[in-house]
Nanobody
């Protein structure tokens, strides 16, 4: 079992930045982020292996978001820059196998809200 605790969500103006953090109770092959906006499907945002290799991003966030991890702290980060109103969603930290589908991840955090005002 892996416990995931997210933090760092909040409200920001369009063009601003936020950094999400996710503390994990133990290491897994990969960790990542998904998000879900009201009335929309949960979608992949970014993922990274435990070695820090192969950071992978959704096209919608590529060039604006950066995923990283600190294995000494078992913590995952998502630096979000140039935020847009369409980035507003509940962001979920995930852990499990490497991939872009929800089925790759066995463990999910409780989610943290990101609100972007225009």
């Amino acid at each position: 079992q892996v416990q995931l605790v997210e933090s760092g969500g909040g409200m920001v103006q369009a063009g601003g930045s936020l950094r999400l953090s996710c503390a994990a109770s133990r290491r897994t092959i990969a960790m990542g982020w998904f998000r879900q906006a009201p009335g929309k499907e949960r979608e992949f945002v970014a993922t990274i292996t435990w070695t820090g290799d192969s950071p992978t991003y959704a096209d919608s966030v590529k060039g604006r978001f950066t995923i990283s991890r600190d294995n000494a702290k078992n913590t995952l980060y998502l630096q979000m820059n140039s935020l847009k109103p369409e980035d507003a969603a509940v962001y979920y930290c995930v852990a499990g196998l490497f991939g872009t589908s929800k089925e790759s991840y066995y463990y999910w955090g409780q989610g943290t809200q990101v609100t972007v005002s225009s």
